[in-house]
């Protein structure tokens, strides 16, 4: 039955839905956008508390209360709700003004047509085959991975004699070229002609790509891998395989994108792994060494899939099964198409999201051990709130997590601590044509020395009644990466440096940069800034990947020893954790497996999940030695 207050509250949400702001096509700087994190930083710096007041107890009363809505949060309520029920009372909050967390998407209006971008997660990918849980959430929700050979227009660029290019800065290299990439088969020697590199940079990396010796002979494999797992790239491109200095900004940003950090703090056995060159001579076997990066192991993959936003899709899906109201359409094509309406997402329901709601605190009601309550209090519109909930998850960053919930153990706030996030910026920039990158055949770009250090042209993505861009002449949205680095510096305190600098980078220092690498890059094109960019939103992530450990800086992940995101994630009372922290692994797979491990945690096992199959916790982790990875059965715990 309908209570008199939330009848005025479905009165109130069918006023505003048609003047709702619609977060996807804001522009500007957005990720966590200003205001976002606020109350979150006043709450680390110890300061929150001071002005907060008396929280304001709004009546609500859950069975479920999520913090974050990312996808691993929308995954909780999703296992949450199946194994539970259709009427258990779930409450998603979250600081940000859009729900998906890193997985965001970017909307452009032009010409009467909708344009659409990632601002986060970029594909349904993972070094490692999916678990059977991500593999059957997938399915549930209508998503067909084989279906992408279909969906992608493979040979759309290449048709129009475009391709990979690299664009050499002049402070960086001495000049500013764009240079083709050496395709298959086609001679490196004609680009290093053309790249604009000393001498010894050109004869080492010919040397590099071309000869074939073992920079560690006498050793055998193990021994091998090994010791590149204690080396940087750098530091065996310039010690072990002899190369001049000047070789090494040419490399530099090249696992920018998977680790947020350059090749001075990356191994050289994850490079081999990546297909770095400088190893082909060195007969490793196709097996994972001790201590190697998840990303760069080699061995079966995911599938992948990518939608227009990303897995933004996949964030819209969960909502839509929570909130059917929220989000129209019937099935995956229409969702990508569809306009999600805000103002149904917090309304009176069985499933409620609650946008621009920063929890400062979530504590039992009573010893942790025996208590049957939780009490979550949030910071919205500057005032303190506070619901109540049989269980809660934290879906949140693990960081903050600490300060959330100071009556944690200390062993478990410190693990929680170490898994610091990696910053990143993704860029999407409307522009009126790419006649631009037509005229100089380059369809994706690697800028080693620049601020963003790629610039790719949209993926050519049909899905649903969604058409991409096929013509030079037409619209189109470019995607720009920026992670910030320190280098020389270890990868966690790089990632600090980062996290603190896009703090202070503004929405017109964003702007400038963009405008004149855009400019640099495609200006013998005929690119000219004022006519060509027509929209700009950055997607400012100063919290953005998961941190995945390193053999470099993390000695427990090639000795041997506990992993912190272990300890981190345990249980407590009626609280559990869940994110890519949790599994210390950057995906999505990950974030789906956390939800499900820590949702079957809270209720007991086994415990109906639909369909009359049950809800099997397992979640995937990760061994420090040669072993691949692979799926170990969660913790029991009593509900």
Not at 601 to 624: D, W, Y
Request: aromatic share 8%; glycine share 8%; net charge positive.
């Amino acid at each position: 039955m309908v209570s008199p207050r939330e009848l005025l509250e479905l009165g109130r949400a069918d006023a505003a839905s048609e003047s709702a702001p619609y977060p996807p096509a804001l522009t500007g700087l957005r990720g966590s956008h200003d205001g976002s994190f606020d109350a979150a930083h006043a709450l680390r710096d110890g300061t929150f508390w001071e002005t907060a007041g008396s929280p304001a107890d709004n009546g609500e009363r859950y069975d479920l209360v999520v913090v974050g809505a990312g996808i691993s949060g929308l995954a909780a309520a999703w296992y949450f709700r199946k194994a539970a029920g259709r009427s258990a009372r779930i409450l998603i909050l979250d600081n940000h003004d859009d729900f998906g967390g890193h997985a965001r998407r970017n909307e452009f209006q032009v010409g009467g047509r909708t344009l659409i971008g990632y601002g986060g997660t970029f594909a349904i990918d993972s070094p490692a085959p999916y678990s059977a849980t991500a593999r059957a959430m997938l399915a549930e929700l209508g998503v067909d991975v084989s279906r992408w050979a279909r969906m992608f227009e493979r040979s759309l660029y290449a048709s129009l004699g475009m391709g990979a290019a690299i664009f050499f800065d002049r402070e960086t290299f001495g000049a500013d070229r764009l240079v083709r990439e050496p395709a298959v088969g086609d001679p490196w020697s004609a680009f290093l002609a053309q790249a604009p590199l000393s001498e010894a940079a050109r004869r080492d990396i010919g040397r590099l790509v071309k000869e074939r010796p073992d920079y560690l002979p006498g050793l055998d494999d193990d021994a091998k891998k090994r010791r590149l797992a204690r080396m940087s790239y750098a530091d065996f491109l310039v010690k072990s395989a002899a190369c001049h200095p000047d070789v090494l900004p040419f490399f530099q940003a090249r696992p920018h994108s998977l680790y947020g950090v350059g090749i001075d703090a990356v191994s050289a056995l994850d490079a081999w792994g990546l297909g770095l060159p400088g190893f082909t001579g060195m007969k490793l076997d196709p097996t994972p060494g001790p201590g190697m990066g998840l990303d760069a192991r080699p061995g079966p993959r995911s599938p992948f899939l990518h939608f227009p936003d990303g897995n933004a899709t996949l964030a819209r899906l969960l909502v839509q099964r929570l909130i059917p109201r929220a989000v129209p359409g019937r099935n995956v094509d229409d969702v990508v198409v569809a306009r999600t309406d805000y103002a149904r997402l917090d309304e009176p329901g069985p499933a409620r999201l609650r946008l621009n709601s920063t929890v400062v605190r979530a504590r039992h009601t009573g010893d942790a051990a025996r208590s049957t309550q939780v009490e979550v209090m949030y910071a919205r519109d500057g005032r303190l709130e506070r619901v109540r909930a049989r269980n809660c998850v934290l879906a949140c960053w693990s960081s903050v997590i600490p300060y959330l919930c100071p009556e944690l153990p200390k062993t478990q706030r410190d693990a929680l601590a170490y898994e610091t996030k990696v910053p990143i910026v993704y860029t999407s920039v409307l522009l009126r044509a790419w006649t631009s990158f037509h005229s100089l055949r380059a369809s994706r770009v690697h800028c080693p020395g620049s601020f963003h250090t790629s610039v790719d042209l949209d993926l050519p993505v049909r899905v649903g009644t969604y058409r991409p861009s096929r013509r030079p002449t037409e619209p189109i949205v470019v995607h720009m990466m920026r992670t910030p680095c320190l280098p020389g510096q270890s990868a966690r305190e790089q990632h600090r440096a980062g996290r603190l600098e896009l703090f202070k980078t503004t929405f017109e220092t964003f702007e400038r940069n963009v405008r004149a690498q855009l400019t640099r890059i495609l200006g013998a094109g005929g690119f000219e800034p004022a006519r060509d960019v027509l929209a700009l939103t950055v997607n400012r992530w100063p919290h953005g990947y998961a941190y995945q450990y390193n053999s470099l800086w993390d000695p427990f992940w090639i000795d041997g020893g506990p992993l912190p995101c272990v300890a981190a994630r345990q249980r407590f009372g009626r609280i559990a954790i869940a994110n890519a922290d949790a599994a210390a692994y950057a995906y999505t797979d990950a974030a789906i497996d956390q939800a499900h491990r820590a949702v079957g945690e809270l209720l007991g096992l086994p415990s109906a999940s639909g369909a009359g199959a049950p809800l099997r916790v397992r979640t995937r982790t990760f061994r420090s030695s040669v072993e691949s990875c692979d799926e170990t059965p969660g913790q029991r715990s009593p509900a």
